[in-house]
């Protein structure tokens, strides 16, 4: 019954826009994390670099996280605005957030 409960809400959250975290949608694309709207002017990219297996989980230990202009005009290169190395998915996600919330109100 926890199950179909779990799966309900999961299948609700896609429908309804899929994931959020701090009121901006994520989306993963392979070992690729992408952190907000394409329809703003920035969105955060999360690159899992490598892993480790801790018991049955892959827990990721060397993430490459940047903030990059949604621009399509500009080359991939030129987009870049901040880049960072980081040692886990949670600092990335923490850092990305801020990166992306300050960049959004313009400082």
Do not use: C
């Not at 989306?27 to 709207?37: A, F, H, M, V």
């Amino acid at each position: 019954m926890a199950e179909q409960k779990a799966a309900g809400k999961t299948a609700a959250a896609e429908q309804a826009g899929g994931l959020m975290y701090k009121g901006h949608p994520l989306r993963r694309k392979d070992n690729l994390i992408y952190y907000g709207s394409m329809a703003d002017k920035y969105i955060i990219m999360i690159q899992v670099m490598g892993a480790e297996k801790e018991g049955e989980l892959e827990l990721a230990n060397k993430v490459h996280l940047q903030l990059q202009l949604t621009d399509p005009d500009l080359k991939s290169r030129d987009r870049v605005v901040k880049k960072s190395d980081l040692p886990d998915l949670f600092s990335a996600i923490d850092m990305g957030s801020i990166w992306l919330m300050r960049a959004l109100a313009g400082k």
